[in-house]
């Protein structure tokens, strides 16, 4: 059973691994000409996905308390980085007033992955309770994370196209900021708790 679940929480992982890794892709093309702040920084949380799903990885194929203590920490470490990143680029956005562009094809992966994320969150939530693995119970929770930041975003990106609020983007990217640091805190917090 426990080998049964371990093979289902890789495949969850690299599912996700796929998934971001394309859409890094897709989302760095759109936030270009976009000059999109939210676009560029959920194409960064997607890169700080990547790093945990590649972590988590590492983590179930020796589940030993002290690899995932590190696992924890090396998460919690790439949230608090990308948090300081989109900070500083909505501080230049807004001094500078970057009105950032349209971009439908942003807007249709956002939508998909924000569907996609949530699915994934639910099945290495559940594959981490049964396997009693706190790195994957914690992963889960940022690829909810990943997929509440994607409603978000959507939410800045729609308002910027269909209103022309400018300053969506921004927000949205705040948003990232909070999530960001509210889940490095958290996986870092959790190092002291692994057994």
């Known amino acids: 059973m426990t080998t049964t679940l371990r093979m289902r929480g890789l495949f969850l992982e690299y599912t996700t691994l796929g998934w971001n890794v394309i859409g890094v892709v897709v989302l760095l093309a759109a936030a270009g000409p976009a000059r999109s702040v939210a676009l560029v920084g959920f194409g960064l949380d997607s890169l700080i996905e990547i790093f945990a799903s590649v972590v988590v990885i590492w983590q179930l194929n020796d589940a030993g308390p002290e690899r995932q203590r590190r696992a924890l920490r090396l998460i919690g470490i790439a949230f608090l980085i990308l948090a300081l990143y989109i900070l500083g680029q909505i501080g230049y956005s807004l001094l500078t007033h970057v009105h950032p562009a349209s971009s439908r094809g942003g807007i249709a992966w ?19 309770e049964q396997l009693n693995n706190p790195v994957l119970q914690t992963e889960s929770h940022v690829t909810l994370i990943d997929a509440l930041l994607a409603g978000a975003v959507l939410l800045g990106l729609v308002l910027n196209s269909l209103l022309g609020w400018w300053w969506a983007d921004s927000l949205a990217g705040l948003v990232i900021v909070y999530y960001g640091l509210k889940e490095g805190l958290h996986a870092m917090s959790q190092t002291t708790t692994v057994a």
Not at 112 to 124: F, I, P, S
Request: aromatic residues 6%.
């Open 110 to 128: 956002i939508a998909a992955t924000c569907v996609v994320m949530l699915l994934l969150a639910w099945g290495k939530k559940k594959t981490g």
